[in-house]
T-cell receptor, first 115, second 112 residues
Framework: DGGITQSPKYLFRKEGQNVTLSCEQN?????MYWYRQDPGQGLRLIYY???????QKGDIAEGYSVSREKKESFPLTVTSAQKNPTAFYLC??????????????FGPGTRLTVL | RKEVEQDPGPFNVPEGATVAFNCTYS??????FFWYRQDCRKEPKLLMS???SGNEDGRFTAQLNRASQYISLLIRDSKLSDSATYLC?????????????FGSGTRLQVQP
């Protein structure tokens, strides 16, 4: 089945620890994105990547890092520098071919809770 | 001013009702528009793209008014399964980045 997978579904972390969230897609999409969603709020863009080995900061990149070594993978690391990391993290991808603003398709998300 | 604004609702409507959501966007140069649906504690899913001429998909109709910079979604004959949050999405050209900007969503609750 083609799609976007995120793991784990739920993640608990102690304060001061770094944690890496996985995002994999087998849709052959060029662009991948990370968003954060807090209760009752919209999605906020953390990082995005339009091509392998390149990525750009979104609106709330502080305390996060990413890599894009393979087209199908875009892991997000939540570092200890992120002040309020508890949130729902969503990964998305889009074809980014002829139209630069293609619709995006989302993975099921990871709920991160900092204890 | 937010780039994309939506009435948060909730909109409580009976089954069979027609309900309309509006969304305004700030960047007149925006070119891509979408409606997404998000169920509680789930990921957003694409409902429909919005084209300049408007488009319809079954009970759902989307309209774009570029002059007034708003997008609408009309749902006819509401079903219980339509209960969800509807997200208005616009490309974020104003900020110079090539990514979509999401509104905070409008919550719909269809009641029996």
């Amino acid at each position: 089945d083609g799609g976007i997978t995120q793991s784990p579904k739920y993640l608990f972390r102690k304060e001061g620890q770094n944690v890496t969230l996985s995002c994999e897609q087998n849709l052959n999409h060029d662009a991948m994105y990370w968003y954060r969603q807090d209760p009752g709020q919209g999605l906020r863009l953390i990082y995005y990547s339009q091509i392998v080995n390149d990525f750009q900061k979104g609106d709330i990149a502080e305390g996060y890092s990413v890599s894009r070594e393979k087209k199908e993978s875009f892991p997000l690391t939540v570092t200890s520098a992120q002040k309020n990391p508890t949130a729902f993290y969503l990964c998305a991808s889009s074809p980014f071919r002829e139209k630069p603003y293609n619709e995006q398709f989302f993975g099921p998300g990871t709920r991160l809770t900092v204890l | 001013r937010k780039e994309v604004e939506q009435d948060p609702g909730p909109f409580n409507v009976p089954e069979g009702a027609t309900v309309a959501f509006n969304c305004t966007y700030s960047n007149s140069a925006s070119q891509s528009f979408f409606w997404y649906r998000q169920d509680c504690r789930k990921e957003p899913k694409l409902l429909m793209s919005v084209y300049s001429s408007g488009n319809e998909d079954g009970r759902f109709t989307a309209q774009l008014n570029r002059a007034s910079q708003y997008i609408s979604l009309l749902i006819r004959d509401s079903k219980l399964s339509d209960s969800a949050t509807y997200l208005c999405v616009v490309n974020g050209w104003e900020t110079g980045r090539r990514a979509l900007t999401f509104g905070s969503g409008t919550r719909l609750q269809v009641q029996p």
